[in-house]
């Protein structure tokens, strides 16, 4: 049977009314998880887990499934209408996002995502049916000197597309400061937690980013509350121009997301990192990032969505999770008596396909939800932002302490609020910052194994190909930028 | 762009310039280098480096060249943050639910003047939603006072 025949079989499978509504159940509660800080995906299925004892496996995959990409379209909605990024990978969104919203935009951005997010995952989708097995083998080819490597470029090119590449840096390394803290991963030793118990976990993400962006908004904009004009929602159909624009860029997020989502670890948040970045690079007026670019929103949406498809390629077909929430959908699948691995296709090929086709079925209900749901959650920016802004400070902090219940984390919120707060103010790029404390053990770890294999030489990165070529990726995204700076002064200077 | 540096930027880089200072400190006391592989520590001390000599770099741009955003008044992000710190402050002792919910009256009514009726009803509201979610429905333990919320 070749690949369209099991996926009519898997139809079939998810179209029972018991498992359509397990996977409605999965998008709607992935919408409501994704909107709340602190609780992200991969919780929200481990909290579910228990409720799944008595379901077919079939059915609870199918909903868990659901959830994930739900949670990423939840993500949106706070990133663009109130700039709290929900989940890592939503961090990116919220930049042009939110400047959209403020420009009586929010509408727009809402739909492009929604429908930036259906196109990708059902793009993603068939890539997870026709491309699992061979993409799943070169996925193995990456070893630690590439993982470093790919960290590295994320982290550089990031730096560079932001407004001063010296403070974008600083940030970045600032974030992978942070994410030195607590146990080192390696040997098991406490680092930087100066006696304090609940540093031994390290600083969180959702700390650092509900302090950083949500805490830092607030305080950037209370001043002007009373005074900031009552938005306009706007329509929330894109324009043919503004198609046209987003068009090529969900594409290129779609390829991009399911790329990288298959890489296991990577992850949605390495690839709307990256979408932004390719956008940024080849716009013909990169200036417009940051400011409300349509593309700047519709290319990381895409790709997050294109990732949680890819993160389910080295599930199924290696056993190996590209993600935290497919690490938890793994031990799902564990629970229930499966082997996942490369004869999940050949002996749980039923449940494999049934839940690829309830995929396409949760991308479209994704879909039909929130276009008309768009208009609805805009007309939250209708609302005076005195009304605003305390919700916004009692959630994050309803969220931090949540997701560790400790106070101590509400007052590390508290002073990261502060620092966001001039960060935001004299325009320090946040989003580096982030990305180092999500990324920091895993370059850390990966720079430290590859230096472990190589007895100590920095060689190793240069000898394997693929590094190589991410490295001088990296290199160039820092240094081109910086070169064409200077020789545009040197010519400014020759001119006057 | 002002010619000469804002104070609450120079602070920005005096924070990150002492937060590398202090990871450069910490990280020597560690193990750095064992055998061929690096230890707890030398990751810290590099990225303790970095970030001292990036800092370094920024403060001696904004000398030489200055902030491009000015001054602006501190007073209303002051009195929300100290709100916001009183509203953490009271979590333990007085309970999550009504730390929240003084906290929202506080920056409704006395910190943007609302109408105390609407701030009383929003507050309210905002605080009950809050622990029907977290609380009820996620199951998530929040600290709770003498009222048991």
Redesign the interface.
């Known amino acids: 049977m070749g690949p369209f025949d099991d996926l009519i079989q898997g139809f079939i499978a998810a179209a029972t009314p018991m498992n359509l509504l397990m996977c409605f159940a999965g998008v709607l509660l992935g919408q409501i998880i994704g909107v ?1 800080p602190g ?1 992200g995906p991969s919780a929200a299925i481990a ?1 579910l887990l228990p409720l799944t004892y008595g379901a077919s496996p079939t059915g609870a995959i199918i909903m868990f499934a659901g959830l994930y990409y739900g949670a990423q379209y939840g993500g949106t909605l706070t990133s663009v209408l109130i700039n709290v990024p929900g989940e890592s990978s939503s961090v990116m969104t919220s930049i042009d996002g939110y400047k959209m919203a403020q420009q009586g935009r929010g509408g727009v951005a809402l739909g492009i995502a929604a429908i930036g997010s259906f196109i990708a995952g059902t793009i993603g989708t068939l890539g997870l049916m026709l491309l699992a097995p061979p993409l799943a083998n070169i996925a193995l080819a990456f070893g630690p000197p590439e993982y470093c490597a790919l960290v590295l470029l994320g982290l550089t090119a990031l730096a560079a597309v932001g407004g001063s590449i ?2 974008g ?2 940030t970045g ?2 974030g ?2 942070l994410g ?1 803290v607590g146990i ?1 991963p ?2 098991g ?1 406490a ?2 937690d100066y006696g304090q118990l609940w540093l031994l976990d390290g600083v969180d993400f959702i700390v650092l980013t509900v302090a950083l962006f949500g ?1 830092g908004e ?3 904009s ?2 002007t ?2 005074a900031e004009p009552i938005l306009n929602v706007g329509r929330v159909l894109p324009t043919r121009d503004e198609w046209r624009q987003a068009r090529m860029a969900i594409l290129r997020g779609s390829g991009i997301g399911f790329l990288i989502g298959c890489l296991p670890a990577a992850g949605a948040t390495i690839a709307s990192f990256v979408s932004y970045i390719v956008e940024k690079k080849v716009a013909k007026d990169p200036s417009r990032f940051g400011h409300g670019a349509i593309e700047g929103v519709a290319g990381p949406e895409a790709s997050n969505n294109a990732a949680s498809a890819g993160a389910m390629v080295p599930m199924f077909a290696l056993g190996v999770p590209g993600s935290n929430t497919t690490a938890v959908m793994l031990g799902a699948l564990i629970m229930f008596g499966l082997r996942p691995g490369p004869e999940m296709f050949t002996t749980n090929s039923s449940l494999v396909w049934a839940v690829i086709a309830s995929m396409y079925i949760g991308n479209a209900i994704l879909l039909i939800m929130n276009l008309p749901l768009a208009g609805l959650f805009a007309r939250l920016l209708k609302v005076r932002y ?2 605003i ?3 916004i ?3 994050c ?2 969220g931090v ?2 997701h560790a ?1 400790n ?1 101590e984390d ?2 590390l919120m ?1 002073a990261f ?3 966001g ?3 935001k ?4 790029s946040a989003a580096p910052m982030v990305l180092g404390l999500v990324l920091g053990p895993l370059f ?1 770890n990966t ?2 194994q590859s ?2 294999l190589s ?2 030489s920095g060689t190793i990165f240069f000898l394997r190909p693929i590094s190589a070529l991410l490295i001088v990726a990296a290199v160039s995204a820092i240094t081109i930028p910086l070169l064409v700076n200077f020789i545009r002064q040197r010519r400014t200077l020759a001119g006057a | 762009m002002q010619s000469r540096p ?1 104070l ?2 120079l ?2 880089a005096l ?2 310039a002492i ?2 200072i202090v ?1 450069v400190v ?2 020597l006391g ?1 193990p750095l ?1 064992e055998g ?9 001390l590099w ?2 480096v ?2 001292t000599g ?2 370094g ?2 403060l001696v ?1 904004l000398f030489m060249y200055g ?3 000015g001054e ?3 007073g ?2 002051l009195i ?2 100290a709100a ?2 009183a ?2 402050a009271g ?2 002792p007085a309970g ?1 639910g009504p730390s ?1 919910f003084l ?2 009256l506080v ?2 009514a006395v ?2 003047r ?1 109408p105390i009726v609407h701030s009383l009803f ?2 309210a509201g ?2 009950t939603v ?1 622990i029907l ?2 609380k009820t429905w ?6 709770t006072g003498p009222l048991g919320i």
């Open positions: 709340l609780i909290l010296l403070k840096l600083a390394v600032a992978l400061l030195t080192d390696q040997v030793v680092r930087f805490m607030v305080l950037a209370c001043r509350a009373a005195s009304w802004y305390p919700p400070l009692a959630i902090l309803t302490i949540s219940n106070v509400a007052w508290f609020g502060v620092l707060w001039l960060m103010r004299y325009d320090w850390e720079l430290r230096l472990t007895h100590g | 804002a609450g930027e602070l920005l924070i990150f937060l590398g990871w910490t990280s560690m280098w061929f592989a690096p230890q707890s520590g030398f990751m810290p990225y303790g970095i970030l990036l800092a770099a920024i741009n902030s491009e955003n602006e008044p501190i209303k992000p929300v943050l916001l710190a509203g953490i979590i333990e999550f929240i906290l929202l920056l409704f910190v943007e609302l929003v507050a905002t605080t809050l979610i977290f996620l199951g998530v333990r929040l600290p």
